[in-house]
Antibody
């Protein structure tokens, strides 16, 4: 059974770069037709899609974050990563990684989420 | 402001049915059959409940059903149970550039 686990610093200083990694276990990140995604949720608010990457490295980003976001994949480690630059208080949120099978059209597996706080 | 519009709250008594709407546009909900619904309990990750408008993943009770008409999708929870109390989010595929859009979420209360 495939599982996802986010990891990274829980506290990032304002104007710095937020870096998170999602480790895929129970299956290969390269097998099947999937997009690997980052999604975030500020406290008490809804979900926001940040971006996605395929195992081949093809990416798409939320237009509102595109200038600050980079998502990469390391198939040898079965991981994909998020970098969000020039963070501010509005980037404080729970960050989730999630899998999107192209044949299902939904986020079918989610990580447990990791809280990131931007400090001033 | 979320791209898809959901009512902020919904409620029903145990055993009753409740329907949550999710309104988008012809560029998302109305244009594709990739509408999905997620259940989120406090402090937990979202859980997929419905995909491709009306399909249920294995393990999701058949009390949960989905439908779509035009630019509006709906999630119906029948035979409400206490454990159904949660936040529910809809999502729609929105094309290769925008990819997905989320609804703002609906807090379902079981009275």
């Amino acid at each position: 059974q495939v599982q996802l686990q986010e990891s990274g610093p829980g506290l990032v200083e304002a104007s710095q770069t937020l870096s998170l990694t999602c480790t895929v276990s129970g299956g290969s990140i390269s097998s099947g037709s999937y997009y690997w995604n980052w999604i975030r949720q500020p406290a008490g608010s809804g979900l926001e899609w940040i971006g996605r990457i395929s195992a081949s490295g093809s990416t798409n980003y939320n237009a509102s974050l595109k200038s600050r976001v980079t998502i990469s994949v390391d198939t040898s480690k079965n991981q994909f990563s998020l970098k969000l630059s020039f963070v501010n208080a509005a980037d404080t949120a729970v960050y989730y990684c999630a899998r999107w099978p192209t044949m299902r059209g939904a986020f079918d597996i989610w990580g447990q989420g990791t809280m990131v706080t931007v400090s001033s | 402001q979320s791209a898809l519009t959901q009512p902020p709250s919904a409620s029903g008594s145990p055993g009753q049915s409740v329907t949550i709407s999710c309104t988008g546009t012809s560029s998302d909900v109305g244009g594709y059959n990739y509408v999905s619904w997620y259940q989120q309990h406090p402090g937990k990750a979202p859980k997929l409940m419905i995909y491709e408008v009306s399909e249920r993943p294995s393990g999701v009770p058949d009390r949960f059903s989905g439908s779509k008409s035009g630019n509006t999708a709906s999630l119906t929870v029948s035979g409400l149970q206490a454990e159904d109390e949660a936040d529910y989010y809809c999502t729609s595929y929105a094309g290769s550039s925008n990819f997905v859009v989320f609804g703002g979420g609906t807090k379902l209360t079981v009275l």
